[in-house]
């Protein structure tokens, strides 16, 4: 699935809500440590796909605000977070005023944008003075066993595994806010630990997005490629790393 298509992203709204919206957790609890976020702050997710994140802040009493550019999402978003001020849209176009937020997120999202720079700026045109901005995205490919099948399975098709993109990389996260004229204030490393109950879940989650055939096809390369991950019990644990980092609009 091309990343950058809402359209995809709205057909597999619900499965990426059971098999993968609650992963990236560790992450959004080293954003709060953070940035200090609880009862009070007003925070926009951007990208907020099935409003996971939003959920999470919504329990701590912070007053939220999400958008994505997928319809699916942001149905299935309003049904967990109905008091969260949702809209259909992307991180280039945010239609909120200019200081609107404590803390704008994006996690796992910046990266489908068309141009990084430009959505990170209006990220920080709707952060109030003295707000911050926290991005994350995964780590680099070796960190991550997901990457160990995904790459598999570009292999088997005749395909060579997609490099890193700069975000992956260590201190990408960071160039990118300096280069949006941020200051860090905080970076860091997150195991991001991912299991499936059995074959059918890790294919599924893997596979999230082809079209059946693809799947019937590309199903015993998952398998096998994952095989060092399985456990007796026939479920598989994958151990993973996204990177955050969080800044502040100079000035
Ligand atoms: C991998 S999912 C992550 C969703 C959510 N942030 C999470 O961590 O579960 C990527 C999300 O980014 C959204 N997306 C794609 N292009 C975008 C853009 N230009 N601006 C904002 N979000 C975008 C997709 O629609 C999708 O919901």
Redesign the pocket.
């Known amino acids: 699935m091309n990343?950058?298509d809402?359209q995809g992203?709205s057909a597999v709204a619900s499965g990426?809500a059971e098999l993968?919206?609650g992963f990236?957790e560790p992450v959004w609890r080293a954003v709060v440590d953070a940035s200090g976020a609880g009862p009070g702050t007003v925070v926009l997710?951007?990208?907020?796909?099935?409003g996971?994140?939003l959920a999470h802040l919504d329990k701590l009493g912070t007053s939220t605000a999400g958008?994505?550019?997928?319809t699916g999402?942001v149905e299935l978003a309003r049904t967990r977070v109905p008091n969260t001020d949702l809209r259909v849209g992307?991180?280039?176009h945010l239609p909120w005023p200019d200081a609107s937020f404590d803390l704008v997120t994006?996690?796992?999202?910046l990266q489908?944008?068309?141009d990084t720079l430009d959505?990170l700026a209006e990220m920080a045109r709707v952060v109030k003075p003295g707000g911050y901005i926290a991005i994350s995205n995964w780590a680099e490919d070796d960190r991550n066993d997901l990457n160990t099948i995904e790459n598999a399975v570009a292999r088997a098709a005749g395909e060579e595994p997609l490099p890193d993109g700069d975000l992956r990389l260590p201190g990408g996260l960071q160039q990118l806010l300096a280069d949006g004229q941020l200051d860090v204030v905080s970076s860091g490393l997150i195991d991001v630990p991912w299991a499936a109950a059995d074959d059918n879940d890790l294919v599924s989650a893997v596979l999230l997005g082809e079209d059946p055939s693809a799947i019937e096809a590309e199903a015993p390369t998952v398998v096998e490629a994952a095989r060092p991950f399985r456990t007796r019990s026939g479920s598989y644990h994958l151990n993973n790393a996204f990177r955050y980092a969080l800044g502040r609009p100079r000035g």
């Open positions: 990343g950058g809402p992203w990426w993968w919206g990236a997710d951007v990208g907020c796909g099935s996971d994140l958008i994505d550019p997928a999402m992307s991180a280039e994006s996690i796992n999202a489908f944008a068309d959505a």
